[in-house]
């Protein structure tokens, strides 16, 4: 596969419920993004890593946890969410200043 | 601090006419900007970037933009607008000296009327 990929595409979880989400990149950048897209709002900036270093964390809940083992992999895990928290969750990866290719997101539905 | 505010959430134009998308700016440095577009159930795609070399950027699909010191715009505009150009479209600013985060505008719905 090549560019960023995502999964999963969709997630429908309670709010007791425990989620990860996955985001990949075959492009060998060194900087990887969170960002949370919701209905009506700007696209908001989540967390950054840069060489698997997070140097980016937006006043984001602690029910938001990030994880990136290397610089190809990085994962947002979930937990006790809110329905306020549904939204398309979007991965992206960089090695040029502003110049970031997206993954397709996860379209994540808390009930 | 950083900002872009793009003018007109919505925005639709007939096939064959003149897009044009406004976007301001505010940065106390002299700013990188972007314009990335959505298509439905996909990520966002850059369609072009002003980095400080020539003041008027060609874009991919015919897109072009054109950085004004002068009115703090990087206005998107394409001359003939196609139905695959129905998308939302997103202006953004970064820090020139070198921090990789981007501050996005809200988003422009671009509706092409056949």
């Not at chain 1, 995502?6 to 990149?25: A, I, W």
């Not at chain 1, 700007?42 to 006043?59: A, D, G, H, R």
């Not at chain 2, 002068?70 to 998107?76: D, V």
């Amino acid at each position: 596969e090549t560019g960023v990929t995502q999964t999963p595409r969709h997630l429908v979880m309670g709010m007791t419920n425990k989620k990860s989400l996955k985001c990949e990149q075959h492009l060998g950048h060194n900087a990887m993004y969170w960002y949370k897209q919701s209905a009506k709002k700007p696209l908001e900036l989540m967390f950054v890593y840069n060489f698997k270093e997070q140097t980016e964390n937006n006043s984001v809940p602690s029910r938001f946890s990030p994880e990136c083992p290397n610089s190809s992999h990085l994962f947002l895990h979930l937990h006790t969410l809110q329905p306020e928290d549904s939204a398309l969750y979007l991965c992206a990866s960089s090695q040029e200043i502003g110049v970031q290719y997206f993954g397709p997101g996860t379209r994540l539905l808390v009930l | 601090a950083q900002s872009v505010t793009q003018l007109g959430s919505h925005v639709s134009v007939s096939e064959g006419a003149l897009v044009l998308l406004r976007c301001n700016y505010s940065s106390s440095v002299p700013p990188y900007l972007f314009w990335y577009v959505q298509y439905p159930n996909q990520g966002l795609q850059l369609l072009l970037k002003y980095t400080s070399a020539a003041t008027l950027v060609k874009g991919i699909n015919g897109f072009e933009a054109e950085f004004k010191k002068s009115e703090t715009s990087f206005h998107l505009t394409k001359p003939s607008a196609h139905m695959s150009d129905a998308a939302e479209y997103f202006c953004a600013v970064s820090d020139a000296r070198g921090a990789q985060k981007l501050v996005f505008g809200q988003g422009t719905r671009l509706t092409i009327n056949p």
